[in-house]
Structures are given as C-alpha cells and as structure tokens.
C-alpha cells in the first residue's frame, strides 16, 4: 500500500516537472522567437494592375508597409484591359482590420512568378515586425524585365519598424514610427 502511494506520488511528481520544464521551454522559446503572425498571400494576379517603377540600380529591393488605399495606389496603378473583371485594386474596407506587406524586384520575367518569393515566417517581437522570406532566383522564362512582387495581408497593427530578411540576411528595415512606410520613399496620393 505505502509502495504503491510512493509509486503514485513519483509519477505525479515526474509529470508535475515535465510540464513545468516544457512551460519554462516554451516561455523561453516565446521570448527569443517572437509571436508568429497570420497572414494571407495575395497572388500576382489578384488585381489588374502593376507596381510602379522605381530606380532598382539605387534600390534593388522595394518593400513598403500599405495601411491605406491611398498609400496602395501610390504604388500600384491600374491596368485596365479587356475583357478581363478583375479589380484593380482591394476593397477600402479591407483596411480597416488589415494591412499588406510587400516586397519587390525587377528581373528577366520568369515563368512562375508565384514561386520567386516564399515566405519562411513572420513574426512580431516587442512590437517590431519581422519578415522571412525565401528569393528564388529564376530561370529567365522571357526576354523582358518585370516587377515580380511578394505580397501579404495581415492584421493592422501598429508596428515601430518592420524587419525584412532575405534568405536569412537582413535586407531592409522601415521605420513606421518616423512615418517611412516605404523604401524607395512614395507619396501616398491624395485623389
């Protein structure tokens, strides 16, 4: 009887530590990780437009933080043809509970633009936003250059400074705190 109460008590007494080794764990992990944040890709072809040009001598890489529709039309414009019924551009109210990050490039265009960017994660971490992603650099499918982009909605918050991580290396860095929501710097439109 008194064994088989020691032997209790021991199992008790292992699961009690276990579970408290793993709470330690995953609150350490918490802290150095960050929180991961939901996001929805949004495809190349989702609206009929395209992305501005910019001088990608000075700056390879565009990446912006979009929380209005005027900041979206400042760098993306609409490309009406027929017959196609696409919008040019997200619905306003989309930013009222959300906001889209994007990064870009211009290279040979490639067959699969979908596949050029990958996103690895995103996380935020004391108030900051990171973002990984994977470049895939693609086998030329043309002869012309185009402006391949990634492009993600996720929660609105607000975020001091957004982190973007290329293949593991720190590429850019906003700082939306001081107002800059993109890189090379654009006017949001006021029509």
């Not at 292992?14 to 609150?27: D, H, K, N, R």
């Not at 929180?35 to 609206?47: A, C, F, H, L, Q």
Request: glycine fraction near 6%; aromatic fraction near 10%.
């Amino acid at each position: 009887m008194i064994r088989g109460k020691l032997l209790i008590a021991a199992v008790l007494g292992m699961i009690l530590m276990t579970a408290v080794s793993l709470t330690v764990a995953a609150g350490g992990r918490e802290k150095t990780d960050g929180r991961t944040v939901p996001y929805v890709k949004i495809r190349m072809s989702e609206y009929q437009n395209f992305l501005q040009n910019w001088d990608e001598k000075k700056d390879p890489l565009l990446y912006a933080l979009i929380s209005t529709p005027a900041q979206y039309q400042a760098l993306f414009h609409p490309a009406p043809t027929m017959p196609s019924r696409r919008p040019f551009a997200p619905d306003e109210s989309l930013y009222k509970k959300e906001q889209i990050l994007v990064v870009a490039r211009v290279m040979p265009h490639p067959k699969n633009v979908e596949e050029v960017f990958e996103i690895e994660k995103m996380i935020e971490k004391r108030g900051s936003l990171s973002l990984y992603y994977k470049f895939n650099n693609p086998e030329p499918a043309a002869d012309w250059r185009g402006k391949i982009y990634l492009a993600v909605r996720i929660p609105k918050r607000s975020y001091p400074k957004i982190f973007f991580f290329e293949n593991g290396r720190p590429v850019g860095e906003l700082n939306a705190a001081a107002g800059q929501w993109s890189v090379p710097a654009a006017a949001p439109r006021m029509d």
